[in-house]
């Protein structure tokens, strides 16, 4: 477990960056880490996914398939990995704060 | 059909050989022994079933003679567990020129018919042994 600090919040995360306390998300956490993920600035486009992310994981405590992100954001495969380079599962939802997508590689 | 020969390389490589042709397996960053020097197993099989949808549709363009030179795939995927695998996978086609749409839902027939989503729809008896 380590912290991230940033604007002078503390977050705790795990080994691959993934917040351990949903109830502390801001956005402030997404640009936070959106550095590590090769993101250089958060577009609009960005917090489209960002929010998408989050209300669908409240809904239903799970991440949409991708091709559910990519119809309701409007996005091609394509354009959405542009957005996120490490891939919607390490790179959006690590920012928007859901839990860590788990199994194989 | 040829045999597909795997070799373990050390760490999480293993090279792949098929009818003479070569490609590596390996796993990403963060992986432990990782070496970061090919496609995951799981990115493998995605990239099978793009290619195989791929080869389906240029034949299916070329004879209807349809505009395909220099169209391209993207594949995506997601995780799913208990146990785990590859819970759905997304591909976008993209075309050089917009098609109506009465050609696209053909195209989407066409990439449904191909072996490897033949296979996923049908999943094949796999045995294994320990020699």
Redesign the interface.
């Known amino acids: 477990m380590s912290t991230v600090e940033f604007k002078g919040k503390t977050y705790e995360v795990d080994e691959?960056g993934f917040l351990q306390e949903p109830e502390k998300w801001g956005p402030e956490f997404a640009e936070a880490l959106a550095g590590s993920e090769g993101i250089q600035e958060l577009t609009e486009a960005h917090w489209k996914v960002i929010r998408f992310l989050r209300d669908y994981y409240q809904q239903f405590q799970v991440?949409p398939?991708?091709?559910k992100l990519?119809k309701e954001t409007g996005m091609?495969?394509?354009e959405?990995?542009q957005l996120f380079p490490t891939?919607?599962?390490k790179g959006a939802c690590k920012l928007a704060g859901l839990a860590k997508?788990?199994?194989?590689? | 059909m040829s045999l597909v020969s795997v070799k373990h390389e050390g760490g999480c490589v293993f090279s792949v050989e098929a009818r003479g042709y070569r490609m590596v397996a390996d796993t990403p960053p963060g992986w432990p022994e990782c070496s970061n020097k090919g496609p995951t197993p799981p990115e493998m099989l995605v990239a099978s079933l793009a290619t195989c949808v791929g080869i389906y549709l240029a034949r299916y363009m070329r004879e209807a003679k349809l505009p395909y030179e220099g169209f391209t795939i993207d594949a995506a995927y997601s995780k799913a567990e208990n146990p785990d695998r590859i819970g759905s996978i997304a591909i976008d086609v993209n075309l050089p020129e917009e098609l109506p749409e009465a050609r696209k839902k053909a195209l989407i027939r066409v990439a449904e018919h191909c072996t490897v989503h033949n296979t996923l729809r049908q999943p094949p008896e796999v045995s294994i042994e320990i020699k």
Do not use: E, N
């Open positions: 691959d991440a398939m991708i091709r990519s091609s495969l394509k959405i990995y891939g919607p599962a997508p788990t199994g194989c590689v």
